[in-house]
């Protein structure tokens, strides 16, 4: 790989042992300059490590540095001999991709980057979710102009952290085609029709009873290269156009499907999907729930709807009525990540919700930081005072969840108890701790 072949002049990034910016750029020109001579294209990606501050923050300068570290590995594990890999500053790199035919061999190599990043990686022992955002741009491009082109794949790249979508493409973006342009949209609808999505199950454990009660039903989209890309990255492009409904009409049916499977076996849990903002906005929405619990015939006490806190908060009024006849139903609603966006108390008052699920990053960080231990403590507090049981996710350590049962949280759900994973793992799961 060209990072081994220019190792020798100097221009090295210590942190990970890649060209820096400025030799970087040189390679640049020398692959747009050869690619005008053989008619190639070349594809530049900036790659930026979302959040990297935060990783900063709360887990150490050290740390952020074994993350760079570990990113320039992924590139290098990932990419062809013939690529160049360069760290631009901070937590932004930047690859060279010559002799690409079309975009779609670009796509390719994106995918498999993003998904060594699906799971989160094991640093010091601490384990750290790391998720990155790409900008693609091409050269020869509508501009023509190799130093333009840096600046078009790290526009693209911005536009992909914003609308956490994973990568973007530059000529789509110019062609004013929509924020994850038509080819990602186009791809989506074909999985879903298809049939080609899978369901994940992750446990939810009763704290007190210490039993596996219940099941969150997290949508994975499999990637032909390998992996999973996650739905972070294709629930916002689905929202933004009518396949959300398609998309939660599905997680539903197969959620409910399933939960009858295990009720017929005498497995009795109770299953959770989670709804999008937009779904909530769909006036049809407690009508679609009422017919797929008659289909499955699921009694609809098992079934627990999951809505962010944001959603909650926007067109109050329209969205309270369609909460109150899911209520009326008899489903459980849950306010997901709870104290990650702003929420009134006076408005939890009045909402028609059964449960709040304290958002991962606070219990992630309980343990270092008596703040958010303090914040932990409070939420669990606040159910008891309002009635609402209480959901910790992102336990992530014993320790934690020993906390978590000490201040009184009613459930557990994160990676100590169970990694979200398909039925037969899951059930292996419950009986080795049942
Ligand atoms: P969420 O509903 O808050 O789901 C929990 C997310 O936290 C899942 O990520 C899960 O894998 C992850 N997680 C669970 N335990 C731990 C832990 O101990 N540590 C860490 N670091 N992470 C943990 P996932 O599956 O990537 O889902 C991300 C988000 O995508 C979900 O957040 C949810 O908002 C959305 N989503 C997933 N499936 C669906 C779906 O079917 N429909 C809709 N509308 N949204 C979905
Ligand atoms: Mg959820
Ligand atoms: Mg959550």
Redesign the pocket.
Known sequence: MNYIESADDGQRDPVTGLPTRYEFLQSLKQAATAAERSGDHVALLVLDVNDFQNINLTAGHATGDLVLREVAQVLRGELREIDTIGRLGDDEFAIILPSMMNIDHAILAVHKVLGQFDY?ISLSGQ?I?VRVSIGIAMYPDISGDDEQLLSHATMAMMRAKKAQTGFEIFEEISSGSGVAGPRYEGELRRVIEDGGLM??Y?AKQDLKLERITGV?????WPDPAGGFR???QF?PV??RSDL?HK??SW?LNTALRQCAEWERRSLPLKVA????TR?LKDHDLPDVISHALETWRVNPKRLTL?V?ETAMMEEREYIVDVLRRLSDIGVTLSI??FGSGYSSLQYLRILPVHEL?I??SF??AMEQNQSDENIVRTVIELGRNFGLKITA????TERALELLKELGCDMG????IH??SDVATLEQRINELH
């Open positions: 989160p384990s979710d369901l994940h992750q969150e039903a997290l949508v994975r996650p739905p972070d629930i689905a929202e959300i998309l939660t997680v999907v989670n709804l999008s779904s999951e962010t997901d990540d699920k958002d991962k219990v992630m996710e992102g336990v992530e759900q994160g990676y100590f990694r979200p």
